[in-house]
Nanobody
């Protein structure tokens, strides 16, 4: 059973920072990429940032470029999202996603963590 455990969400004032973590269970052997998505009330889930496990290539949504940084620790099978200069519009439930497999590729999602930015 693949499990993703997220942590680090919370309430912060605009301009503040938070760091999200997502740890994958040890029975995952081939991780291709890890990423963060978010879903605000009444909106569709959207990509925030994704990073490849191999070469660490990262991509970001335009709305977070320059403010958020994604990183990973392959040995710990953990992905992080450092969020700085937070804005009220960053308020959402943030979900971790891990893409695994070499022949058969599968996606797994975390349970989500709430991030609320007050103005």
């Amino acid at each position: 059973q693949v499990q993703l455990v997220e942590s680090g969400g919370g309430l912060v004032q605009a301009g503040g920072s938070l760091r999200l973590s997502c740890a994958a269970s040890r029975n995952i052997f081939v991780i291709n990429a890890m990423g963060w998505y978010r879903q605000a009330p009444g909106k569709q889930r959207e990509l925030v940032a994704v990073i490849t496990a191999g070469n660490g290539l990262a991509n970001y949504a335009d709305s977070v470029k320059g403010r958020f940084t994604i990183s990973r620790d392959n040995a710990q099978k953990t992905v992080y999202l450092q969020m700085n200069s937070l804005k009220p519009e960053d308020t959402a439930v943030y979900y971790c996603k891990v893409t695994v497999g070499s022949i058969v590729v599968s996606d797994y999602w975390g349970q989500g963590t709430q991030v609320t930015v007050s103005s």
